[in-house]
């Protein structure tokens, strides 16, 4: 979404793509996310009109050098790459540079209009949710637009950016003010999603983000000199820019093996009964449709969500099979064991590279909203979102299924548990997702659908 972190070694910018979809109700599993998202939206337009209504006169070499950027900045946003960090799968893009590029090469009211131009035609041709893309858009707009009127204040604005060390250092504030806008938005929207407070995401959004800071100025200032040139050389420079983005992808690919092994891991373990083979892939299933009913969810924590789904139950290899498979009721000795398997889990995920959230969320599986959970009795939103949709999921998929120690429950009546442990076990807000999501299988008093999303979650 998106987002702000940058790599190391090269200048990135985790844009903030938060993903595809129609529905777009408002929500918001958090207060303070809305009226952040709101002040951002209205800054965001605030920009737009002030940029729409002062626009100068431009040449037909700005006009094709314009036109050459706002293609650029398309490109790499639309063909972006996600990779994970700390707070999870993030997406990755060089957008930043383009941007930076834009607020040193033209007038401020310019640059906006490329950015807001570029962002816009990725968000409808990839369809995101409305809600979403004005996440995307705002933080991009507002972070060019405050860059750019830096930037336009401070220089020297007849040369360009590199032309002395008077200029250099001003790219480089400009940059930062580009880089602090863009890490505070998302920590401020995102944050409270995520379960991470504000200064910790912010923290560590910006350590990562060092080098990009000391790259935009030189990698922005390149291009603007390129612009100077010709619309075509601009274009040019897109090649080596997106070069690293499929480098990532074979960095990811690698990733995928370590998490394919491990959900191997997790498949062989639930075969060994039948009465719990294939509960995590159809948890994960669950889980899938009731993210799909929350518009709030970013594109880049619903892949972390559904990858903890997938893997809730691996801290069950710690479990002896006399107590996992046990047809009656659990002693309470064996009940204590049994509840060490999220924290077992969370540390063996938590020992994979990037994989914090992931195992934050898998620790915090079975809270409950009234804090009656374990491992730590957290409650309410301190549970982790991921945490409190996936206790849902798990929850719907137990009953509706055959267990050692009793008959799976008819689908309409564990619906209507879900829906009446709403406030007590259950966060109100993904039970009423999980309604617009089950609620026709209730009715039909079938089990719900799940074959058909396998593919997307193992």
Known sequence: MTNSPSSSGVVFFYSINLGTGHHIPMLGDSLRTRVWLLILVTATLGAVISSAGSLPPMAADDWYVAAALVALLFAVEHYDVQIA?????FTMSVGAT?????AFHFDVSIAVMIVLSAHVLDSAIAQRQVLKSATNIGTYVCATFLAATVYDAIADTTVSPLANVHNILCAAIASLAFVVISTSTFALIVGPILGIPFFEMWK????????????????????????????????????????????????????????????????????????TADHSRRVAEYTAAIV???AEVPHQMTSTILWAAR???????????????????????????????????????ARLAQSDSVAVIIRHHHERWDGKGYPDGLAGEAIPLGSRIIAVADTYEAMTADRPYRKA????????????NAGRQFDPA???????AFRPAALREQPAPHAGRLSTVA
């Open 204 to 275: 560590q959004n910006i350590q990562t983000t060092a080098l990009e800071t000391i790259g935009l100025p030189a990698l922005g200032g390149m291009i603007a000199v390129l612009a100077n040139e010709n619309a075509t050389a601009v274009l040019l420079v897109g090649f080596p820019l997106m070069a690293p983005q499929l480098a990532y992808k074979a960095l990811n690919n690698a990733r995928e093996s370590v998490r394919d092994t491990v959900e191997s891991l997790v498949d062989t373990l639930e075969q060994r009964d039948a009465s």
């Open 98 to 102: 383009i941007a930076m590029a834009a």
């Open 311 to 349: 893997v809730h139950d691996l801290g069950k290899i710690g479990v002896r099979d006399a107590t996992l498979f046990k047809p009656g009721r659990l002693t309470a000795v064996e009940q204590l064991e049994m509840q060490e398997h999220p924290v077992l889990g969370a540390d063996i995920v």
């Open 85 to 89: 960090v700390s707070n999870g799968p």
């Open 409 to 420: 429950l008819p689908t309409a009546v564990a619906f209507d548990e879900i829906v009446r």
């Open 430 to 436: 993904v039970v009423r997702a999980f309604e617009r």
């Open 292 to 294: 799909d009913e929350m």
